[in-house]
């Protein structure tokens, strides 16, 4: 398509900016942080844990609790609130920002005599745009030059289509202007079939997509993950529950009976004593109730704002947007994958590397070509082109647009690209997968009316009877088999065979007619493999996902290409083309699907029934996609990888797009997927264990003469540091390789597996025996130079046991150190942690039961503390050894 006008100049741009405003909206609303502050406080633990601070001070008020207990509730809860808010407020924000930044949409607009790619945010009313297959409108407007046919369902919520033409110079474009007119443009449809150039009307809010935007809200679904963890929170919730009414009902007995020795007058006087008895009941009910704050892993929710805000830079690092959350987390339980060949197993540079005429001439490069015929192969190339050529001669010589096959076959002709051309289009047949051919209908300098065809070659030369010569005189066709037979040596050597041809006519060849056809030639395209791809399908099929390739390339370059990535490796392996995959039932292609591998001159449509028949099949299927046909599949398939250089369509439809469309891009996904999901469980098995070490202790401590081993302030404490800091630690855990050698994550795996059990049990119950023990070994408490320190060491003990644990937890590994480096957050919460409870132990006083220690006192804690670590590693080679000794 020839366009011919400069567009707006630089200073009109700013001049229609300025009048008219930019294209931009704002980005999407997100919960301020004063909003999030009230919800959190709305919580119904919080709501409790106020009545109780209410009673507390009404009792300290007549003497008969210390006020500092209510007023330290009253802090700790609040500040583990504000901390966890902030943290979860400020990693959203961020996850928003970078999301909302990356996912800009870059369209060509004529600037300057030139065509160039902005932002549509800086588009400006009069901007002159190129609309190709697959493109979003980005503002409205009307057709300067070409038509399109439109789907409007972004807007209208049906699928209709709308096909569309140039305005006459008359026409209104005003604020009545209607969807379903033909000569309207709306911000938000997609264009599925033809090319145009419009005219920018309408930009930013006040675009009829803008004034819905304004309206919309954010419906985002829960994703696998989060369901599994609220369904988790919910049981940890249960059981704290039921913990705390025990420990409240625990020290009511230890109050009215333990106390008393059992005698019936000593517990009678007791509860005739009110005053006693009512603060011995509040204690019960807040120690309850903080055991529950303590149990409740309100942490979960900001680890997994963290993990995914910390992961997602790292992934647009290495050129990975996440466009759904539900992606990236799915990506790491991906099994199945079905990828296109070009530009994602391919580099996707297609270049000309061979040309054979109608007699079986080959010319291996453009130059060699005789004049007469090199004449009509540009002349066929060109005037057929889907690639917009601006003629502008303030601009270098460039191409926009087309596929991959058309921008390969400009830069072959690229020295004729230059010369002026009367020849004037009339219609045209843009290229599809389905067609397989694309189709010109022009008006040359005699005025003949000529079809130029170019496509698959066993669409093309069937329908010939001729071929040109080198002297463009025409002969008949009586050597199809030997052309066939070259075909299929091309295609074998892994090339993509293109064939040209023309008709006469005054209609555009749709090729359903019997008019005769002269064949130009046929032209041959290779397309590299990627460095990375052999590696990248290897490490994929160690992470345990089975790769199918799709291709719209015939059988024979589909199978060399599959053979040389690493594809082939069996006899076994299957390869079929779209037809074959057609004649079988959806039981059929169950039964062949784990042994697929490729699947040649394939439809859009093929893509989606395998999507389909694999999740069936109880597959996590995966799709990669880069045009508007592959919509479908993309959003069907449980994670869709977009190409970056494909359509906006595409890439709205995906989960993650792949700025540089390659393969091992795919990996990196399920990598990150993988270790988002594994940095959560190391935080579960952390957290869990804190909580059933914290509940062991409050409930047996009064059985062992001890009201609150730890006190209620000191639990909050705990909560605080052992549940917000351990989230900001886990989070930034490193994607380890050896994650893609693990087998994808089933669909209803639990998120708690037997390994993370034993963790949490072993530890828990260790660090509650550990704990008693302190609290009742005499030689332990004589290291201490009087009682409030022997209870400021226990506190210590109890925070150091679990800050020590943290390492245990990071790893499965009898290695702790293992890329311990690579999370630099990790160390720094640990010594933190440490710092900060061994300056608040000389601050906190009666507030938080503390005095200072000796220097001798602090090591004997941190020694005893450490032993945590080699009874996890104890736990670890038992683990090895029944490993090693199971059945294999």
């Known amino acids: ?42 919580d119904p633990i919080i709501i409790i844990l106020i009545v109780a601070l209410a009673v507390t001070i009404l009792l300290a008020f007549f003497g008969f609790a210390e006020w500092y207990e209510g007023v330290g509730i009253f802090i700790a809860v609040t500040l583990a609130t504000v901390v966890a808010t902030f943290s979860e407020y400020k990693n959203e924000s961020s996850f928003q920002k970078l999301q909302w930044e990356a996912s800009r949409i870059k369209v060509n607009v004529f600037r300057n005599g030139d065509v160039s790619e902005v932002y549509i945010s800086e588009l400006v009313v009069g901007d002159h745009v190129l609309l190709q ?99 988790l929170a919910k049981l940890i919730s249960r059981f704290g529950y039921v913990g705390g009414s025990f420990i409240a009902g625990s020290f009511m007995f230890k109050k009215i009976v333990l106390d008393n020795h059992f005698a019936t007058v000593e517990i009678i006087a007791y509860l005739s004593n009110w005053q006693t ?105 060109k005037e057929s082109s889907e690639c917009v050529i601006n003629s502008s001669e303030a601009a270098e010589e460039k191409f926009f647009g087309g596929n991959r096959v058309e921008r390969a076959l400009m830069r072959y002709i690229h020295t004729e690209l230059s010369a002026k051309s009367s020849v004037i289009a009339f219609d045209n047949i843009l290229f599809d997968s389905q067609k ?124 060399a290409i599959a053979r040389d990535v690493g594809l082939l490796k069996s006899n076994d392996d299957i390869i079929i083309t779209s037809k074959e995959l057609n004649r079988y039932s959806d039981e059929k ?34 799709m990669t996609g880069d045009g508007v046909n592959d919509s479908a599949a993309l959003h069907k398939a449980d994670v869709g990888f977009a190409m970056g250089s494909g359509s906006e369509v595409a890439k709205e439809a995906g989960d993650i797009v792949l700025y540089d469309d390659d393969f091992s891009s795919i990996t990196k996904a399920v990598l990150y997927g993988r270790t988002i999901y594994n940095s959560i469980r190391k ?44 989230a900001l630690a886990f989070g930034g855990e490193a994607a380890l390789d050896r994650y893609l050698k693990e087998s994808p994550k089933r669909r209803d795996e639990n998120i708690i ?50 800050n020590f644990n943290k390492f245990n937890a990071r790893t499965d590994s009898l290695n702790l150190f293992e890329n311990l480096t690579e999370n630099k957050g990790f160390l720094g919460i ?24 000796t220097l001798n006192e602090w090591l004997y804690v941190i020694a005893l503390a450490s032993v945590i670590i080699p009874i996890d590693l104890a736990r670890k080679l038992f683990r090895n050894i029944m490993r090693r000794n199971l059945p294999q």
């Open 1 to 42: 398509m020839k366009y011919d006008y400069s567009g707006l100049t630089t200073e009109e741009v700013n001049a229609s900016r300025s009048k008219h405003g930019s294209n931009e909206l704002p980005p999407p609303d997100i919960e301020n942080l004063w909003s999030k502050l009230l919800r959190n406080l709305k």
């Open 133 to 231: 297959p697959g493109d979003k409108i980005p503002a409205d407007g009307t057709i300067l030059v070409g038509k399109l046919k439109l789907n409007q369902a972004s807007l209208t919520g049906e699928i209709d289509h709308v096909k569309n033409l140039p305005a006459s110079d008359g026409f209104d474009f005003g604020e009545n202007a209607y969807l379903s007119d033909r000569f309207s443009l709306f911000r938000g449809a997609v264009v599925e079939d033809g090319e145009a150039v419009m005219e920018l009307l309408r930009v930013g809010k006040k675009t009829l997509y803008g004034k819905l935007a304004m309206e919309f809200s954010s419906n985002d679904r829960k994703t696998p993950l989060q369901v599994k963890l609220l369904k």
């Open 277 to 381: 008895f009512i603060h011995d009941l509040m204690t019960s009910i807040i120690l309850a109730v903080i055991i529950i704050v303590v149990a409740v892993p309100e942490g979960l929710p900001m680890m997994i704002a963290v993990v995914l805000s910390l992961n997602m830079r790292k992934m647009l690092n290495d050129k990975i947007l996440v466009r759904k959350l539900l992606g990236i987390e799915t990506a790491g339980s991906l099994n199945i994958l079905f990828s296109d060949k070009t530009g994602t197993i391919t580099k996707g540079q297609m270049e000309v590397t061979l040309f054979i005429s109608g007699d079986i001439k080959a010319y291996k490069t453009y130059d060699t070509l005789p004049e007469e015929l090199r004449t009509l192969l540009t002349f066929s190339l």
């Open 436 to 559: 397989k051919f694309s189709a010109s209908l022009v008006k040359d300098e005699n005025s003949n009316m000529i079809s130029l065809m170019k496509g698959a070659p066993e669409i093309i030369i069937g329908k010939c009877d001729s071929y040109y010569d080198e002297n463009q005189k025409i002969h008949t066709l009586t050597n199809k088999t030997t052309l066939e037979q070259e075909i299929n040596t091309l295609s074998s050597r892994g090339m993509r065979v293109i064939a040209v041809a023309t008709s006469t006519g005054e209609n555009i060849d749709d090729l359903t007619d019997e008019r005769p056809r002269t064949l130009v030639g046929i032209i041959g395209l290779r397309d590299e493999l990627r460095d990375e791809s052999i590696t990248a399908i290897e490490q994929a099929h160690d992470a345990g996902i089975h790769v199918v390739m799709i291709t719209g390339d015939k059988k024979e370059t589909a199978v």
């Open 589 to 622: 292609l169950k039964e062949i699907i784990p042994r697929l591998r490729v699947v040649a001159r394939a439809l859009p449509t093929d893509k989606s029934r395998l999507v389909t028949i694999a999740q069936e099949l109880g597959l996590v299927a995966g």
């Open 683 to 726: 935080f579960i098995v952390f957290q869990l264990t804190v909580n059933i070490a914290a509940i062991l202790i409050a409930f047996l401590g009064p059985f062992f003469g001890f009201d609150l081993p730890l006190t209620m302030i000191q639990l909050l404490w705990v909560n605080l540091v052992m549940d917000t800091l351990a």
């Open 753 to 802: 597996n037997k390994d993370m059990w034993g963790a949490i049990l072993t530890g828990g119950i260790s660090i509650a025996t550990l704990s008693i023990a302190f609290l009742v070994y005499p030689p332990i408490k004589e290291v201490f130079h009087n009682d409030k320190a022997f209870l400021t060491g226990f506190f210590a003990f109890f925070i150091f046991l679990n």
């Open 830 to 853: 640990v010594f933190l942690i440490f710092a900060v409870q061994i300056t608040f132990t000389y601050l906190g006083g009666d507030f938080l039961r503390t005095v200072g220690l």
